[in-house]
Nanobody, 124 residues
Framework: VQLQASGGGLVQAGGSLRLSCAAS????????VGWFRQAPGKEREFVAA????????YHADSMKGRFTISRDYAKNTAFLQLNSLKPEDTAVYYC??????????????????WGQGTQVTVSS
C-alpha cells in the first residue's frame, strides 16, 4: 500500500485544516488508518485512528473535540479535520496503515505503511 498525505499548510491560531490520506496499490480494506504527528525534537505522537471496515474510531484524549478522523470508502481516502488549531499543533502529520489490535492502535510501530507526511504550521 502506498500512502499519500496532503492538506497541510500555514494557518493562524484558531484556524482549521483538513488533511487527506489517499491509498494506492490496494484499498484500505482490512486495515486501520492512523494519523500521527511529530514536532521537531519530539517523538511521533498518536492523533487518531479509524478501522476501515468497521469504522471504529480512536482519538488521542488531548486532541479529542478538536480533531476528527473520518473516511471516504469510495475514494479510499482517510481524512483528519483539524479545528481550533494552536501553535503547539505545529508538526509534520503522518498517516499510516496497519493491523493493530485495540491495545496497540495508538502505537506507531503497529503501522507498517506510511505516507511522506504533511507539514502543519500554526502561527500565533
Amino acid at each position: 500500500v502506498q500512502l499519500q498525505a496532503s492538506g497541510g499548510g500555514l494557518v493562524q491560531a484558531g484556524g482549521s485544516l483538513r488533511l487527506s490520506c489517499a491509498a494506492s496499490g490496494r484499498t484500505f480494506s482490512g486495515y486501520t488508518v492512523g494519523w500521527f504527528r511529530q514536532a521537531p525534537g519530539k517523538e511521533r505522537e498518536f492523533v487518531a485512528a479509524i478501522r476501515w471496515s468497521g469504522g471504529n474510531i480512536y482519538h488521542a484524549d488531548s486532541m479529542k473535540g478538536r480533531f476528527t478522523i473520518s473516511r471516504d470508502y469510495a475514494k479510499n481516502t482517510a481524512f483528519l479535520q483539524l479545528n481550533s488549531l494552536k501553535p503547539e499543533d505545529t508538526a509534520v502529520y503522518y498517516c499510516g496503515a496497519g493491523r493493530p489490535i485495540m491495545s496497540t492502535v495508538r502505537a506507531h510501530d503497529s503501522y507498517y505503511y506510511w505516507g511522506q507526511g504533511t507539514q502543519v504550521t500554526v502561527s500565533s
